[in-house]
């Protein structure tokens, strides 16, 4: 994974306790090197899309825990569940959640491959039957594991429910009712831990690769994106 130098993009977590220094700040390339190529912490195995902090602030591990997000506009809470899943179950586990939202969805193709400063493009696509969606998606499940500046979010406005892939290749579910996505994550057998920090709320570096942009241009054809919103 020598090559990872090259694309890493060091992201660190808002109100970082004053840390000033990055855990890879000073690691030699070796140091470096083998740190990218610890996949597995305990039973849960990462993709190849992102890697914690060379110090392990956050161990990374299966689970989900409850959050709440609030519209600054309307003040409207709005319940939200975080998950993080082995990289085993993790894409199947996302495209089980995808049921609830209907026969008829929204894409959002999320990417920061063309940004800089953390700045993402955002690629929309309308009204896209579920089961064809499903379809194309798993054909570019490896792109998706393993691409750390791509995420994807489906969703239908109409119930309104959104479920998140996002480029950590954590979960992210959005909505009333979201106790159906609960379910889900327990007959995967992903524990529900209150306290869980999850790798973005620490120092962690994403990888990514020219062939993962060319895989993406693919996909974006695929899904019947063939302009770009900002």
Known sequence: MGF??????TTYRDNSAG???SSFESLSEDQLETHLNIAKYGNFMLTDAIRPSYDLEVVPQAGYRHDVYTDKET????PVLMAS????????LF???LDPLGAEVDVVLETSHEGSN??????YREHMDLPVLKSTLYDYEDLLLNDG?????????QIPLEVQFDEHKLLIMYGQGIEQFEHTLEEYGIPHISDLKFITEAEHVHSSSDESIEELDQLKYRLGIDFDFE
């Open 75 to 78: 003040g409207i809470k709005i």
């Open 149 to 157: 500046c791509a995420g994807l979010a489906v969703l239908n406005p």
């Open 95 to 97: 495209m089980d959640l």
């Open 85 to 92: 899943a082995s990289k085993e179950i993790l894409f199947d």
């Open 19 to 21: 840390k000033s220094r």
């Open 4 to 9: 990872l130098k090259k694309f890493l993009k």
């Open 118 to 123: 953390n700045q993402h493009q955002d690629l």
